[in-house]
């Protein structure tokens, strides 16, 4: 299916869930906006890609990856597998929703490996993504709010958000609109912060505290300078227990994994028991905790006592049948 198509079947208006309009085309051949049938609310296209909603407290992200490129396609298909529970490969021929897409490199893998992809996004990140995913036909990139998605109800195979929901205001509500969008059948994998012990929490809170108000550049040399601390050996697996900094291989990742986690304005952090219950009060069974790619003796007591920052929750389950009459 071609992004044209992915606009009439999948896209509605956030407002009231009314069908939009054939999107008209520049003469670049690019969407030019859209609108509603139902309330006649019109939503604009620039860079060929419609506006539902404009980027708010997420700017952080619009510059973050849209300044680092962090497509890296075998690391992304190690990640996306460990984090959703299975290979881009199986979900050919499937309607997948990248809820929270950034710069597109999981949206870009799952159209590649043959899914029909709507990637949202509220920041700019999505110009990244959409660059990114330019040559796949079968992908479609919007701007849109996960508190307001502007997609059809109940129309996705396949939903998932990997690290993004616990940036807003309402990390619930955005699990609950998208769980929404998923099929009876269908599944849904999502990845949060893990909540960590009371002291690593009290020394996050009070180092974002700060960074969270300082300017980007001198935010970005931070994140610089971390991540030459994160490169230095047994300091990277030690010091980084008691406050968070990247020791990833790659440097442009490591620089800016920092950045992520001290530049955004929402942040927050969560339990298994927690995400599970959000599971099942949306109507999935079959509910499974995903284990980290990492492990080692040290390793799997370090995560299983909350102690790894950055370290996530993961769960992935199955949206309850209707029963039939």
């Known amino acids: 299916m071609n992004a044209h198509h992915l606009?009439?079947?999948?896209?509605?208006?956030?407002?009231?869930?009314?069908?939009?309009?054939?999107?008209?085309?520049?003469?670049?051949?690019?969407?030019?906006?859209t609108h509603c049938a139902s309330c006649g609310v019109d939503y604009p296209s620039s860079a060929g890609i419609i506006r539902f909603a404009a980027e708010s407290y997420v700017e952080s992200f619009g510059r973050q990856w849209n300044r680092y490129d962090v497509a890296r396609e075998e690391e992304d298909a190690s990640v996306f597998e460990v984090k959703t529970g299975q290979p881009a490969e199986t979900l050919r021929g499937l309607a997948v929703l990248d809820a929270g897409c950034g710069g597109g490199r999981y949206?870009?893998?799952?159209?590649?490996?043959?899914?029909?992809?709507?990637?949202?996004?509220?920041?700019?990140?999505?110009?990244?993504?959409?660059?990114?995913?330019?040559?796949?036909?079968?992908?479609?990139?919007?701007?849109?709010?996960?508190?307001?998605?502007?997609?059809?109800?109940?129309?996705?195979?396949?939903?998932?958000s990997i690290g993004v929901m616990h940036h807003g205001p309402d990390v619930r509500g955005a699990f609950r609109e998208v769980a929404r969008r998923v099929k009876p059948g269908g599944r849904m994998a999502v990845w949060l912060y893990r909540r960590n012990t009371a002291p690593q929490e009290w020394i996050n809170q009070a180092l974002r505290a700060i960074t969270t108000r300082l300017p980007a550049p001198m935010l970005e040399a931070i994140s610089v300078a971390?991540?030459?601390?994160?490169g230095i050996p047994v300091v990277n697996k030690t010091l980084n227990k008691v406050f968070n900094f990247s020791n990833h291989p790659d440097w442009t990742l490591r620089v800016c994994d920092n950045f992520d986690w001290y530049a955004p304005r929402y942040q927050s952090h969560h339990t298994e028991s927690e995400l599970r219950g959000w599971f099942e009060a949306e109507g999935f069974e079959r509910i499974e905790a995903l284990a980290p790619a990492k492990g080692g003796s040290f390793y799997d007591w370090a995560y299983r006592n909350n102690l790894i920052i950055g370290s996530g929750v993961n769960m992935v389950g199955v949206k309850r049948s209707r029963p039939t009459a």
């Open 7 to 33: 606009v009439a079947a999948l896209l509605r208006c956030p407002r009231c869930l009314g069908r939009l309009a054939d999107p008209v085309a520049d003469p670049d051949g690019s969407a030019a906006g």
């Open 107 to 160: 949206a870009r893998l799952v159209a590649r490996a043959g899914a029909d992809v709507v990637g949202v996004d509220l920041s700019s990140a999505v110009e990244k993504a959409s660059a990114l995913c330019s040559e796949e036909p079968n992908a479609l990139i919007v701007q849109g709010d996960l508190l307001r998605l502007p997609l059809a109800p109940e129309s996705f195979d396949f939903a998932f």
């Open 226 to 230: 971390l991540g030459v601390l994160g």
